[in-house]
């Protein structure tokens, strides 16, 4: 059975960088796509963006310019880094696993998640 | 992006009843859509892919149809543990994957 553990730094003042780490436990990394997701509070979910095994990556447009996800296949970890947070980024992020066709990538979606990591951006 | 909507926003419903969610693409999706469960702070769970595919382990009285714009999640039989909020998801405009608003499901 596969789960994913997933920590990092709760609390933020702007213009810090976000960073949380996912670690997979109980399956194979390879042949899955490695996402996270977030949502702010009261609101819905918001897709930030995946990792596969190899290091290839693609980002959500809308935040592209602030994300970096990459990949220790050593560990079964990914990583998320978000520069320049505000108090907009304030949110609860989950990693998840993805299923994706290979070449048809409208085929998509998570079916392992992690519990969530609360991060709460303020002065 | 696409935008997806759903509807109702919120429903209450019985122990009993047969409820039915619609989630509307703003263009055509063909049958790439995704619909998720979330109880209140827990992780979403993942109930149909692919439009009608059942997850593994979900229990049958879920059900998914529809293809192109419109797709409806239908719960046959409400059960105390299904009161929940739905999400629907597309990922035809890869990378830009988006959810619906959410459906929260009520105890009448």
């Known amino acids: 059975q596969v789960q994913l553990q997933q920590w990092g730094a709760g609390l933020l003042k702007p213009s810090e960088t976000l960073s949380l780490t996912c670690a997979v436990y109980g399956g194979s990394f390879s042949g899955y796509y490695w996402s996270w997701i977030r949502q702010p509070p009261g609101k819905g979910l918001e897709w930030i963006g995946e990792i596969n095994h190899s290091g290839s990556t693609n980002y959500n447009p809308s935040l592209k310019s602030r994300v970096t996800i990459s990949v220790d296949t050593s560990k079964n970890q990914f990583s998320l880094k978000l520069s320049s947070v505000t108090a907009a980024d304030t949110a609860v992020y989950y990693c998840?696993?993805?299923?994706?066709?290979?070449?048809?990538?409208?085929?998509?979606?998570?079916?392992?998640w992690g519990k969530g990591t609360t991060v709460t951006v303020s002065s | 992006d696409i935008q997806m909507t759903q509807s109702p926003s919120s429903v209450s419903a019985s122990v009993g009843d047969r409820v039915t969610i619609t989630c509307r693409a703003s263009?055509?999706?063909?049958?790439?859509l995704a619909w998720y469960q979330q109880k209140p702070g827990k992780a979403p769970k993942l109930l149909i892919y692919a439009a009608s595919s059942l997850q593994s382990g979900v229990p049958s009285r879920f059900s998914g149809s529809g293809s192109g714009t419109d797709f409806t999640l239908t719960i046959s039989s409400l059960q105390p543990e299904d009161f929940a909020t739905y999400y629907c998801q597309q990922a035809n405009s890869f990378p830009s994957i988006t959810f619906g608003q959410g459906t929260r499901l009520e105890i009448k």
């Open positions: 998840a696993r993805g299923r994706s066709h290979k070449t048809l990538r409208g085929i998509y979606y998570m079916d392992v």
């Open positions: 263009q055509g999706i063909s049958s790439w």
